[in-house]
């Protein structure tokens, strides 16, 4: 009898053992929703370790956003401001590979994306409730402090400063495009194979959806509410930055300010464009690529985009036109009526609205 009980609890046991590693090894579409980087990030994974791939992924948003504030006064990026024209300092490899890449995209967008932006960005103070317009002179006086030339390197031991006093950098141009590959990377590390990375606007779509087919990314509308798309581009594993001045801006002056500023002359972009989405493999390219392209408008910006190998473009200019890089002919499609590709007749594909991801 008894050994009979001690053979059903083994049983028993046995069992509930199989039934929990079974529930552990399986898959799981688990998401968030948290506030970190100035923006609200979103997140979906699917896998067997998606719970942790995205705490992971939650820490690693958090220490961005610590080491590249500027909003946060111990940051790396405030520390090298502090010490403008005095010296520098050592920063950790994430801060070090953003400035460096930061750089490269300043020198491919001529000058119109500049990290050293800071001191103008803050006299303006667009999107902020101290948001003004700025006399001329204090305009040209900041203009002199911004160029990025003025960043000294040095590789071996990490080491940023700035050359002048006052000079500040201002990361938040390509920060969250880093912070979106390196949650992309977690996710791979955990074996995630299907993943959505949302960081208020810059999208990274890795793998396939759940049932096999392609992400079907929404790219706003940005003269219309939110959510609402002038067309879907069809991808997997790439990386979609759209850089506009409709979600941040102020009204002064009775105009609609946004928040790119052009260093050519200091005051908020004026092209053509009011919104430009990058297509890339990697999302530092698309974030340090999109604001420039989005100051050097349609012409200028296709020109920039021609040398480069592996990335596309979406541009909307003011009067509804939607111009795209080659390379996208075949998967982005216009779904609102009001907007012409390449200012041509387009089709009108309501179906595509019906069951867009993002
Ligand atoms: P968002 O951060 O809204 O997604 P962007 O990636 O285009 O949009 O970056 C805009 C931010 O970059 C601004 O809030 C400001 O901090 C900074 N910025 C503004 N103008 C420039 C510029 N010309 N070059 C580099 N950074 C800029
Ligand atoms: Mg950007």
């Given at each position: 009898?008894?050994?009979?009980l001690?053979?059903?609890?083994?049983?028993?046991?046995?069992?509930?053992?199989?039934?929990?590693?079974?529930?552990?090894?399986?898959?799981?579409?688990?998401?968030?929703?948290?506030?970190?980087?100035?923006?609200?990030v979103?997140?979906?994974?699917?896998?067997?370790?998606?719970?942790?791939?995205?705490q992971?992924?939650?820490?690693?948003?958090?220490?961005?956003?610590?080491?590249?504030?500027?909003?946060?006064?111990?940051?790396?990026?405030?520390?090298?401001?502090?010490?403008?024209?005095?010296?520098?300092?050592?920063?950790?490899?994430?801060?070090?590979?953003?400035?460096?890449?930061?750089?490269?995209?300043?020198?491919?967008?001529?000058?119109?994306?500049d990290?050293?932006?800071?001191?103008?960005?803050?006299?303006?103070?667009?999107?902020?409730?101290?948001?003004?317009?700025?006399?001329?002179?204090?305009?040209?006086q900041?203009?002199?402090?911004?160029?990025?030339?003025?960043?000294?390197?040095e590789?071996?031991i990490?080491?940023?400063?700035?050359?002048?006093?006052?000079?500040?950098?201002?990361?938040?141009?390509?920060?969250?495009?880093?912070?979106?590959?390196?949650?992309?990377?977690?996710?791979?590390?955990?074996?995630?194979?299907?993943?959505?990375?949302?960081?208020?606007?810059?999208?990274?779509?890795?793998?396939?959806?759940?049932?096999?087919?392609?992400?079907?990314?929404?790219?706003?509308?940005?003269?219309?509410?939110?959510?609402?798309?002038?067309?879907?581009?069809?991808?997997?594993?790439?990386?979609v930055?759209?850089?506009?001045?409709?979600?941040?801006?102020?009204?002064?002056?009775?105009?609609?300010?946004?928040?790119?500023?052009?260093?050519?002359?200091?005051?908020?972009?004026?092209?053509d464009?009011?919104?430009?989405?990058?297509?890339?493999?990697?999302?530092?390219?698309?974030?340090?690529?999109?604001?420039?392209?989005?100051i050097?408008?349609v012409?200028?910006?296709?020109?920039?985009?021609?040398?480069?190998k592996?990335v596309?473009?979406?541009?909307?200019?003011?009067?509804?036109?939607?111009?795209?890089?080659?390379?996208?002919?075949?998967?982005?499609?216009?779904?609102?009526?009001?907007?012409?590709?390449?200012?041509s007749?387009?089709?009108?594909?309501?179906?595509?609205?019906?069951?867009?991801?993002?």
């Amino acid at each position: 009898m008894n050994i009979l009980l001690l053979a059903l609890v083994l049983i028993l046991i046995i069992m509930l053992t199989v039934i929990f590693s079974f529930s552990k090894n399986k898959n799981q579409e688990l998401s968030i929703g948290i506030y970190v980087l100035g923006t609200l990030v979103q997140l979906k994974a699917y896998g067997k370790k998606s719970n942790i791939a995205l705490q992971q992924a939650e820490e690693k948003l958090k220490e961005i956003d610590d080491k590249m504030s500027v909003f946060k006064d111990d940051s790396e990026i405030s520390n090298i401001n502090r010490n403008a024209g005095q010296g520098g300092q050592t920063v950790s490899s994430d801060t070090y590979f953003v400035i460096k890449e930061a750089i490269k995209y300043c020198k491919l967008c001529k000058g119109t994306f500049d990290i050293t932006i800071r001191p103008i960005v803050a006299i303006w103070g667009i999107g902020k409730d101290k948001a003004r317009i700025p006399n001329k002179s204090e305009i040209e006086q900041a203009l002199k402090l911004v160029n990025y030339n003025d960043i000294v390197l040095e590789d071996d031991i990490r080491w940023i400063g700035l050359k002048h006093k006052q000079q500040q950098l201002d990361v938040g141009g390509i920060a969250k495009g880093y912070a979106a590959d390196e949650v992309k990377n977690i996710f791979v590390k955990n074996n995630i194979k299907s993943a959505m990375i949302n960081l208020g606007g810059n999208i990274f779509v890795l793998g396939k959806k759940k049932d096999g087919s392609n992400w079907k990314v929404g790219i706003q509308n940005p003269l219309g509410a939110r959510e609402e798309f002038i067309g879907t581009i069809e991808l997997s594993n790439k990386s979609v930055v759209t850089s506009g001045g409709y979600e941040r801006y102020s009204v002064l002056g009775g105009k609609k300010l946004q928040h790119i500023i052009d260093p050519r002359n200091g005051y908020p972009s004026e092209s053509d464009v009011i919104s430009v989405t990058i297509i890339s493999d990697l999302s530092i390219e698309g974030d340090g690529l999109s604001t420039g392209m989005y100051i050097l408008g349609v012409k200028e910006g296709m020109k920039v985009l021609k040398e480069l190998k592996g990335v596309e473009a979406i541009f909307i200019t003011s009067n509804k036109e939607v111009y795209i890089t080659d390379g996208i002919r075949d998967k982005f499609k216009v779904c609102n009526e009001e907007f012409k590709l390449n200012g041509s007749e387009i089709n009108y594909e309501e179906e595509d609205k019906k069951d867009t991801n993002i």
